[in-house]
């Protein structure tokens, strides 16, 4: 049998243990601190791109869905209930499409999400 004396007493390997943990959070706390700050300069780059996109986008779709309801409104040229059938059919395609996109983009976000995932 070989006995093996270690200079160190229990004490000082548990304080080195605290230590390395210590440092192993500080290191995971400074690496979430970082990505959460590039993805914050991300989003203030892209936030305002967003947001003039959104409007452009909403006035061209305004102004297409009007576009839309008057050629329906020429298919029913002789009845007086010709604008609200117009609305109508349009009003159940467009909630038929934006249903089809918000089930996308609810996938996409539960796919790839906004939270870190090289800290977490």
């Known amino acids: 049998m ?3 004396h270690n200079a160190r007493s229990l004490s000082a390997i548990i304080a ?17 601190k970082n990505e ?3 993805k914050i300069k ?5 936030a305002p791109l967003g947001a003039l996109g959104v ?3 909403s006035t061209a779709y305004l102004l ?6 008057g050629l329906a409104v020429a298919f029913f040229h002789d009845n007086p209930y010709r604008w609200c059938f117009a609305f109508a059919i349009v009003g159940v395609g ?3 499409l934006g249903g089809l996109a918000a089930y996308f983009a609810k996938r996409e976000f539960e796919l790839k999400g906004l939270m870190p995932k090289k800290t977490l």
């Open 2 to 4: 070989h006995e093996v």
């Open 16 to 32: 080195e243990i605290k230590e390395e943990l210590k440092e192993f959070v500080q290191t995971r706390i400074a690496l979430f």
């Open 36 to 38: 959460a700050q590039q």
């Open 42 to 46: 991300m989003l203030k780059i892209a």
């Open 55 to 57: 409007l452009l986008i």
């Open 64 to 69: 297409f869905v009007l576009a839309l309801v």
């Open 94 to 96: 467009m909630a038929v």
